[in-house]
């Protein structure tokens, strides 16, 4: 699994939740929309919930690795 995986994911994720809901989301839901293996899948989310555990922990790495501004004026 890469980092392109990992977002590959995230952004999937949350295009199908702001399409069909959370209720909806599922890994095999994620794993049709992006073509990934539910290997892949499953080493980012086993779960739904581990799914937004995996987001906040990449956000929270790529904050204190300076990747991402805060533009807020």
């Not at 909806?24 to 990934?36: Q, T």
């Not at 779960?47 to 790495?61: E, P, Q, V």
Request: charge should be negative; proline fraction near 1%.
């Amino acid at each position: 699994m890469t980092d392109q995986d990992a977002l590959t994911i995230f952004d999937t994720a949350f295009a199908l939740m702001a399409e069909r809901g959370w209720n909806a989301l599922s890994v095999a839901s994620i794993c049709d929309a992006s073509g990934l293996d539910k290997n892949t899948v499953f080493k980012v989310a086993p779960t739904k919930f581990a799914l937004m555990d995996a987001f906040a922990r990449h956000i929270d790495s790529e904050v204190l690795a300076g990747g991402i501004e805060d533009d807020r004026e």
